[in-house]
């Protein structure tokens, strides 16, 4: 008995004949175009900005790598340091200018 209450009051057919209707009758409103400029420009601020970022990450690797590279080569110019200094040959030479170091400090007044 339901069923056939709502099949005689309920076709889909009239329904859609009645929507198409309103619409069609409907007056046309105008477009809004503002929140598609709004979310236009924010889309293009967000890209700008990714980009910005991926440039400035781009820089921070290459002087990431600047910074490993001087870093190895302040090691090996280290060792090389050391190396001389520790040479008996540094140490002669430190022990005979011993005293031209303190007869310049002595003028210095230290």
């Not at 598609?36 to 420009?41: G, H, I, N, Y």
């Not at 970022?53 to 190895?72: G, H, K, P, Y």
């Not at 280290?78 to 001389?84: A, P, S």
């Amino acid at each position: 008995v339901n069923r056939n209450l709502v099949t005689l009051n309920h076709s889909a057919y009239e329904h859609a004949i009645e929507l198409v209707t309103i619409i069609d009758t409907a007056p046309a409103g105008h477009k809004v175009d503002a929140p598609l400029r709004e979310l236009a420009r924010a889309v293009r601020a967000q890209h700008d900005a990714q980009s910005s970022l991926e440039a400035i990450t781009r820089e921070l690797r290459a002087l990431d790598e600047r910074v490993t590279t001087a870093q190895r080569e302040i090691a090996v110019l280290e060792r090389r340091l050391q190396t001389v200094v520790g040479s008996r040959r540094w140490r002669a030479a430190s022990l005979a200018l011993r005293p031209v170091d303190a007869a310049r400090l002595k003028r210095r007044g230290k």
